[in-house]
T-cell receptor, first 112, second 112 residues
Framework: KAGVTQTPRYLIKTRGQQVTLSCSPI?????VSWYQQTPGQGLQFLFE???????NKGNFPGRFSGRQFSNSRSEMNVSTLELGDSALYLC???????????FGPGTRLTVL | AQSVTQLDSQVPVFEEAPVELRCNYS??????LFWYVQYPNQGLQLLLK??????LVESINGFEAEFNKSQTSFHLRKPSVHISDTAEYFC??????????FGQGTTLQVKP
């Protein structure tokens, strides 16, 4: 099976812009989670989707949003970008809510 | 709130020496425990997991971890490390709330 894929791999934006990141889970996986990784804060949970429903949400402002489609693919959106949003955004998929998660390579977002 | 503490931010060790990366978690409920490894410029790879059953779990590349409920620990060990084991290692806990909570990571530096 193909692994979790994320597009784009690298992205450069300026403050105030918005960005959409995409994640395709492993075939058959219905759970998709998003994480933000920064040197200062480490890995932080953003949200988790299962069968198109958001099941969990981390402590991020409303500028961060996401959705999941019927084919389990997921997107996350960040509006009104700030410098502090520069990070590696990781997507992970799993067969269900209580199983291990398999991570994609991430999208490196740089906000100038 | 659940938390994960990785006691060492960096662990330098010589090749073929044994290593232990420490992980403690706080949770009053049953948890699932994971170790992930991240190589430079890559996403996270699942190294091993404890879901239930035997408290000693092993990976295919010689790492093992033991779940100790009384000490709320899940330390990662390898009897003889290789240069290729140089990477960042993350301990994570997932409870019945569904969120995957990561520790701050431990950088394993294997020296020749």
């Amino acid at each position: 099976k193909a692994g979790v894929t994320q597009t784009p791999r690298y992205l450069i934006k300026t403050r105030g812009q918005q960005v959409t990141l995409s994640c395709s889970p492993i075939s058959g996986h219905r759970s998709v989670s998003w994480y933000q990784q920064t040197p200062g804060q480490g890995l932080q949970f953003l949200f988790e989707y299962f069968s198109e429903t958001q099941r969990n949400k981390g402590n991020f402002p409303g500028r961060f949003s996401g959705r999941q489609f019927s084919n389990s693919r997921s997107e996350m959106n960040v509006s009104t970008l700030e410098l502090g949003d520069s990070a590696l955004y990781l997507c992970a998929s799993g067969p269900g809510l209580d199983n291990e998660q398999f991570f994609g390579p991430g999208t490196r977002l740089t906000v100038l | 709130a659940q938390s994960v503490t990785q006691l060492d931010s960096q662990v330098p060790v010589f090749e073929e020496a044994p290593v232990e990366l420490r992980c403690n978690y706080s949770s009053s409920v049953s948890v699932y425990l994971f170790w992930y490894v991240q190589y430079p410029n890559q996403g996270l790879q699942l190294l091993l997991k404890y879901l239930s059953g035997s408290t000693l779990v092993e990976s295919i590349n010689g790492f093992e971890a033991e779940f100790n409920k009384s000490q709320t620990s899940f330390h990662l060990r390898k009897p003889s490390v290789h240069i290729s084991d140089t990477a960042e290692y993350f301990c994570a806990v997932k409870s019945n709330t569904g969120k995957l909570i990561f520790g701050q990571g431990t950088t394993l530096q294997v020296k020749p």
